[in-house]
């Protein structure tokens, strides 16, 4: 069974920087299509940003510019660099991989 954990979640000023990390248990990692969801306090799921076995990625415009995905098959890992957080980016982030994968979910807290 495959597992995702992700870690890195904190609270953060804004205009500042958390990168999330995930890792996956899957045997083979590089097959599977992986991304990032949120969801904020009061609000459904909603993506952030995606990542495919190729490396392409896509991203919501409320992040675009600002946040980064990106992926190390050796390592099973998924990233989620997040630069000038905002109050609004306050949500559980979850680690999401083709197949219906999920993670446990870290929180995010923009706040001063």
């Known amino acids: 069974q495959v597992q995702l954990v992700e870690s890195g979640g904190g609270l953060v000023q804004p205009g500042g920087s958390l990168r999330l990390s995930c890792a996956a248990s899957?045997?083979?990692?590089?097959?599977?299509?992986m991304g990032w969801y949120r969801q904020g306090p009061g609000k459904q799921r909603e993506l952030v940003a995606i990542?495919?076995?190729?490396?392409?990625?896509n991203y919501d415009d409320s992040v675009k510019g600002r946040f980064t995905i990106s992926r190390d098959n050796a390592k099973k890992m998924v990233y989620l660099q997040m630069n000038s957080l905002k109050p609004e980016d306050t949500a559980v982030y979850y680690c999401?991989?083709?197949?219906?994968?999920w993670g446990q979910g870290t929180q995010v807290t923009v706040s001063s």
């Open positions: 999401w991989g083709t197949g219906n994968l």
């Open positions: 899957a045997v083979i990692f590089s097959v599977l299509d």
């Open positions: 990542i495919t076995t190729l490396g392409r990625t």
